[in-house]
T-cell receptor, first 109, second 115 residues
Framework: KNEVEQSPQNLTAQEGEFITINCSYS?????LHWLQQHPGGGIVSLFM???GKKKHGRLIATINIQEKHSSLHITASHPRDSAVYIC???????????FGTGTRLQVFP | KAGVTQTPRYLIKTRGQQVTLSCSPI?????VSWYQQTPGQGLQFLFE???????NKGNFPGRFSGRQFSNSRSEMNVSTLELGDSALYLC??????????????FGQGTRLTVV
């Protein structure tokens, strides 16, 4: 079993839909990242969370430390949101990242 | 502020050769981590350097090595290349404060193809 599990693996949406991507982990962490990777490879860090909730534009990320679960929400999705979204946890007391397998999102006009 | 710069962006090498990849972190960042991304294994941690010292290491063979210079720039080296080493190699930099987690910023990656 992977230490970081993401669901769903693939997601297709119509423009304007509300999207949720989930991440569960089984290790002790000091923080959790949500990352976005577009074709071509470059990775952008969307959020780093250690508790609660963060919002940036149409993106919202939440984390429940007790339940070892995080969600990434995209409101009013747009085709430019099409990318792979990766959850990565920072292993407790290190700077080592452990990654989920990613969620491939496609948003159609 | 310049982002994380990785060079080269693309590289083709032959089996058995060795390769060196470079990562220049964001100014002021002292921690540089390296990751390998393949279609089969996803993103995997290679190693992390902080103030010229390897602080963490992933489960990769000794053919994978790295170093960090006094200006925090880092290089990773892969010797005796195998076809399975074909991957996107990403580096990330962070402030790397001890006792606290700091946000990581990723480079665009170096895509290595071994033929």
């Amino acid at each position: 079993k992977n230490e970081v599990e993401q669901s769903p693996q693939n997601l297709t949406a119509q423009e304007g839909e509300f999207i949720t991507i989930n991440c569960s982990y089984s290790v002790g962490i000091s923080a959790l990242h949500w990352l976005q990777q577009h074709p071509g490879g470059g990775i952008v860090s969307l959020f780093m969370l250690s508790s609660g909730k963060k919002k940036h534009g149409r993106l919202i990320a939440t984390i429940n430390i007790q339940e070892k679960h995080s969600s990434l929400h995209i409101t009013a999705s747009h085709p430019r949101d099409s990318a792979v979204y990766i959850c990565a946890v920072v292993l407790w007391n290190t700077d080592k990242l452990i990654f989920g397998t990613g969620t491939r999102l496609q948003v159609f006009p | 502020k310049a982002g994380v710069t990785q060079t080269p962006r693309y590289l083709i090498k032959t089996r058995g050769q060795q390769v060196t990849l470079s990562c220049s972190p964001i100014s002021g960042h002292r921690s540089v981590s390296w990751y390998q991304q393949t279609p089969g294994q996803g993103l995997q941690f290679l190693f992390e350097y902080f103030s010229e010292t390897q602080r963490n290491k992933g489960n990769f063979p000794g053919r994978f090595s790295g170093r960090q210079f006094s200006n925090s720039r880092s290089e990773m080296n892969v010797s005796t290349l195998e076809l399975g080493d074909s991957a996107l190699y990403l580096c990330a930099s962070s402030l790397g404060r001890t006792g606290g987690t700091t946000e990581a910023f990723f480079g665009q990656g170096t895509r290595l193809t071994v033929v």
